[in-house]
């Protein structure tokens, strides 16, 4: 492999990395995928590749494919919600798959999901797709349709402006820290969902809270038994949706981020598992 080749690659991972991230839900798993990708580029025929971007795409989605089959067993037996590992910006990114998308995504088949991302979101042909997923480019066009269908209703029709994304997100933060369940009740529709992914690491909910009543109780409870030892990191916009980084009463890490709808919080995605959390915690170190 030239100097040049190598510095080729070099640009295209960070792209390379998203498409196994929304493939995967993990950060790691799509570094590794992207690194075998690598591998196989430094070894590969030169003149059997005409167009290496679209060759590394390839090759990175059908890997994602075999790790997604291994990996979507294993959350079978995960305890409580699943989420994916929070990726956190200080500012809002142009990417649309947001949170509550890659919980749709989720639902779909891993050919769905990858026909979906690939045309939808990364703006790849169905030639290119078809000869990836090894089908022809009408199957994949139907591929794709199905999931459109399904995960249409996830996608954000009213972007929140960051400004006023992360004000919501300073306002949850002081009112469900400070025990301030009137003001906090107001931010929350009536029908709010709550994920806490603890992966049977960390005291989590077990199960999807749903509604109004549900989300409240455990708001009330988390105030009064550890609302003043929470202490806020910083604010940030993770997966797409405001939110923030806090230092909770266990001394670790976790990351809360809000889907919002008509200006109130429809959606309450927390993450605790400490596996997820190693890049956030790492960020955090200065």
Not at 100 to 112: T, Y
Not at 189 to 216: N, Q
């Amino acid at each position: 492999m030239t100097a040049a080749e190598a510095g080729d690659f070099e640009a295209w991972r960070p792209r390379l990395v998203r498409i196994a991230y929304r493939m995967l839900g993990s950060v790691a798993d799509a570094e590794d995928v992207v690194q075998e990708a690598f591998v196989r580029w430094h070894g590969a025929d030169r003149a059997s590749i005409r167009e290496p971007q679209a060759w590394l795409r390839r090759v990175v989605t059908r890997l994602a494919l075999d790790v997604l089959k291994s990996a979507r067993r294993t959350r079978e037996t995960y305890v409580g919600p699943w989420l994916p590992e929070p990726v956190v910006e200080e500012a809002e990114t142009a990417d649309d798959v947001t949170l509550p998308l890659m919980l749709a995504l989720e639902r779909l088949s891993p050919l769905e999901r990858a026909a979906f991302l690939l045309h939808d979101v990364f703006g790849v042909g169905f030639d290119e797709i078809a000869e990836t997923l090894g089908r022809d480019a009408a199957a994949c066009r139907q591929l794709a349709s199905r999931a459109r269908a399904h995960v249409r209703a996830e996608r954000p029709r009213f972007p929140v402006a960051e400004g006023h994304g992360l004000e919501i997100a300073e306002a949850f933060f002081a009112a469900s820290r400070s025990g301030d369940m009137g003001r906090l009740q107001a931010m929350l529709t009536e029908d709010v969902v709550m994920h806490s992914d603890g992966g049977g690491k960390r005291p989590a909910a077990l199960r999807l809270l749903s509604g109004l009543e549900d989300v409240m109780k455990v708001h009330e409870g988390l105030a009064r038994r550890y609302g003043a030892a929470s202490r806020l990191v910083r604010y940030a916009w993770v997966n797409g949706l405001p939110g923030f980084v806090s230092l909770e009463a266990d001394g670790m890490i976790q990351t809360t981020a809000l889907a919002i709808r008509d200006g109130r919080i429809a959606g309450v995605y927390v993450v605790r598992n400490p596996d997820k959390l190693q890049r956030v915690e790492a960020g955090t170190v200065h």
